[in-house]
């Protein structure tokens, strides 16, 4: 507390102070262990909130560059039609270990295959779509003898040949696709042309639909998308189809009622 007091002596101002202080007593007392287990409690779940949305984001990011491979690969596809008169990038299975003629080579269940980036520099498509990455979802986490596998896609069977109608797989009716104008019956918006193929099954470029259910599912899709896979259609848009069924799971039999199955049968041909 302060207390002023003027004096005025002739023309002289003089001016008195007094001071009164006051005690003060300051009291501190530390955390109790109850306070600080619900501080750390509290610190915790908000790490695992950021780490869970840093995660969830992570993985949207890897979604879109997915995409943005079967993007281009589309848009190449379609390019290397027009340079050859409308027909579709030849895309043949794997006959005693080889396809020489296919729309990508090599065998990712073979160890030097599935590291060689050569044979992704051989591709039809590679001249329309100059990178190496492209051929690669970069969720696929998959290695061979220690290295990176170098492809994570494969081509609708049938597409870009007639194989699917000398397998033993082909109900009559079916068809087949090799050239551009051959899908615009179908329309182009329901078919797809590239998907993103599991590494349990992924070997040649090849993605084999049976669509008489004699082999469901024997390529499975892949399930590194949020349990889901990337796929792009004909006339050049993409997806991420997510897989619903509890039951499908790779290295598991698929029924023929499966609906994941039905689901991809209805967009990769029609009678």
């Not at 002023?4 to 501190?28: D, E, P, Q, Y």
């Not at 590291?115 to 290695?143: G, H, V």
Request: with cysteine; hydrophobic share 40%; proline share 3%.
């Amino acid at each position: 507390m302060w207390q002023v007091t003027r004096l005025v002596t002739g023309n002289a101002k003089r001016i008195r102070v007094t001071c009164h202080v006051s005690r003060v007593t300051f009291s501190c007392h530390g955390f109790t262990l109850i306070e600080l287990l619900v501080v750390m409690a509290i610190i915790a779940v908000l790490a695992a909130l950021l780490l869970s949305a840093l995660g969830a984001a992570k993985a949207r990011a890897k979604e879109a560059i997915c995409l943005n491979n079967l993007k281009e690969f589309i848009l190449a596809a379609q390019i290397y039609a027009a340079d050859n008169d409308g027909k579709l990038a030849e895309n043949h299975q794997l006959v005693n270990g080889l396809a020489t003629n296919s729309w990508v080579l090599g065998n990712i269940q073979n160890s030097h295959d599935a590291t060689n980036i050569m044979l992704l520099r051989q591709s039809k498509l590679f001249p329309y779509a100059r990178n190496e990455n492209l051929f690669r979802c970069p969720a696929d986490d998959s290695q061979s003898a220690g290295a990176p596998r170098v492809r994570s896609y494969s081509m609708n069977s049938w597409m870009g040949s007639r194989d699917m109608e000398t397998t033993p797989y082909y109900p009559a009716g079916y068809r087949t696709f090799v050239k551009d104008s051959e899908l615009t019956v179908a329309g182009a918006s329901t078919l797809w042309y590239i998907a993103d193929e599991d590494v349990t099954t992924i070997d040649d470029g090849w993605f084999l639909v049976t669509m008489d259910d004699s082999k469901p599912f024997a390529s499975f899709p892949a399930t590194r998308h949020r349990q889901g896979y990337g796929l792009n259609f004909v006339d050049g848009h993409t997806e991420i189809y997510r897989l619903r069924d509890p039951k499908t799971r790779p290295g598991k039999q698929t029924s023929q009622s499966n609906t994941d199955w039905l689901k991809l049968k209805q967009i990769t041909t029609f009678k």
